[in-house]
């Protein structure tokens, strides 16, 4: 059964941080990994998708990769901003399903 | 595009009543998946229909029910509503038939249950 954690719960940073937020999975062979944010009280935006055959995906400011072996994907992000604040999650489907198993999230917060 | 749409936003519910969500997916999209989040069980999946057909359920009582309508919204219904089931429930929408899909998902709606 696959069991997805996230690393650290919380992270308070200042403005203008790289930072990396981190995810592990049990079951290495995935077919995804998908990132999230959430900002408090409101639905999940998507980030990144990674396929199980990348390892790393890019959008602006976050990079995110993927190391099946070890069961590991870290959301990197540059230059943090205020308006980064949020809790990020990482999610990953069960076999051959849409059934995403999600971790519990990492609640960032960056002040200025 | 339009993204997927889910209503009403807010709901206040008594112990005991029934209430119906809804959940309309991104034009052309044909999977809906709904979950709930609470702050002590974080997201768990309650079920997922593509083409009106259940593909997939999680682990929740029967008072937990959804349906597809052929233009693929889709509703859920929680009855003999508990204090328990307050929590917000998203719903998530994909694309293709072809299994997994990314998955891009809704506002919410916040279910208080008094």
């Known amino acids: 059964k696959q069991e997805v954690t996230q690393i650290p719960a919380a992270l308070s940073v200042p403005e203008g941080e790289n930072l990396v937020l981190n995810c592990s999975f049990t079951?290495?062979?995935?077919?995804?990994l998908q990132w999230f944010r959430q900002d408090p009280g409101k639905g999940l935006t998507s980030l990144l998708l990674i396929q199980s055959s990348q390892r790393e995906q890019t959008s602006g400011r976050l990079n995110a990769s993927l190391d099946k072996s070890s069961g590991r994907s870290t959301l990197y992000i540059a230059a943090s901003q205020p308006g980064d604040s949020a809790t990020y999650l990482c999610?990953?489907?069960?076999?051959?399903?849409?059934?995403?198993?999600f971790g519990t999230g990492t609640r960032l917060q960056v002040f200025p | 595009k339009a993204g997927v749409t889910q209503t009403p936003r807010y709901l206040i519910k008594t112990r005991g009543q029934q209430v119906t969500l809804s959940c309309s997916p991104i034009s052309g999209h044909r999977s809906v998946s709904w979950y709930q989040q609470t702050p002590g069980q974080g997201l768990q999946f309650l079920f997922e229909y593509f083409s009106e057909t259940q593909r997939n359920k999680g682990n929740f009582p029967g008072r937990f029910s959804g349906r597809q309508f052929s233009n693929s919204r889709s509703e859920m219904n929680v009855s003999t509503l508990e204090l328990g089931d307050s929590a917000l429930y998203l719903c998530?929408?994909?694309?293709?038939?072809?299994?997994?899909?990314?998955?891009?998902f809704g506002p919410g709606t916040r279910l208080t249950v008094l």
């Open positions: 999610a990953t489907p069960t076999y051959n399903t849409d059934k995403l198993i």
């Open positions: 998530a929408s994909s694309l293709a038939a072809s299994l997994p899909n990314e998955q891009f």
């Open positions: 079951d290495s062979a995935i077919y995804n």
